[in-house]
């Protein structure tokens, strides 16, 4: 199985910050990665594919880049509806998802 | 509209299965798979599983293996997931997701499903 990892677990920014979030995987997965933003008692919803393409809707703010083993999910102004569980998810061979993010207000 | 529509909450004693269904409209149901995620309280993301509706294939978290079942019926555009043997840690959110557009990123989610398992 494919492992990912994610760093940091938690991160306290503010409005307005950047923000960036690793994610590692145990292997090379080339670019099919995804990532997904979680609310409290919400389902995930889908922001990024295949490392760096936008889920349509999905605000510029969010970027993605990456391949191989390492990925970042960058947020270029943190807003106030940004606060949430941050997900990035592995699909080159059967799924798993890394451990989460949790962007909390500093 | 495309969605996914889950059953809804279900409590079940250690031992017994549960039998979570999931109802796709707006997209072609048969063309493309479902992928079942479960969400522990406070925990993170865990993939159990994939079905292939065309087909039929499937794949199955190892550490699921021998207790978890997907199925569908094309006629009525669900898919099923049956988990057996339920112990205390299968307690969480289940949910349903597919990825018709993108091959493996899910772009649908269904609301979820409660399953508590309890004595």
């Known amino acids: 199985d494919i492992q990912m990892t994610q760093s940091p677990s938690t991160l306290s920014a503010s409005v307005g910050d950047r923000v960036t979030i690793t994610c590692r995987a145990s292997?090379?997965?080339?670019?099919?990665l995804a990532w997904y933003q979680q609310k409290p008692g919400k389902a995930p919803k889908l922001l990024i594919y295949?490392?760096?393409s936008s889920e349509s809707g999905v605000p510029s703010r969010f970027s993605g880049s990456g391949s191989g083993t390492e990925f970042t999910l960058t947020i270029s102004s943190l807003q106030p509806d940004d606060f949430a569980t941050y997900y990035c998810?592995?699909?080159?061979?059967?799924?798993?998802f890394g451990p989460g993010t949790t962007v909390d207000i500093k | 509209q495309v969605q996914l529509v889950q059953s809804g909450p279900e409590v079940k004693k250690p031992g017994a299965s549960v039998k979570v269904s999931c109802r796709a409209s707006?997209?072609?149901?048969?063309?493309?798979?479902i992928s079942w995620v479960r969400q522990a309280p406070g925990q993170g993301l865990e993939w159990m599983a994939w079905?292939?509706?065309?087909?039929?294939?499937?794949n199955y978290a190892q550490r699921l293996q021998g207790r978890v079942t997907l199925t569908t019926d094309t006629s009525t555009n669900t898919a099923y997931m049956e988990l057996r043997s339920l112990r205390s840690d299968d307690t969480a959110v289940y949910y349903c997701?597919?990825?018709?557009?993108?091959?493996?990123?899910?772009?649908?989610w269904g609301q979820g499903t409660m399953v508590t398992v309890s004595s």
């Open positions: 997701a597919s990825d018709p557009r993108y091959g493996g990123a899910f772009d649908i």
């Open positions: 707006g997209y072609n149901f048969s063309n493309y798979g």
């Open positions: 079905i292939s509706v065309y087909t039929g294939n499937t």
């Open positions: 292997q090379s997965i080339s670019r099919w």
């Open positions: 295949k490392a760096s």
């Open positions: 998810q592995q699909y080159y061979s059967y799924s798993f």
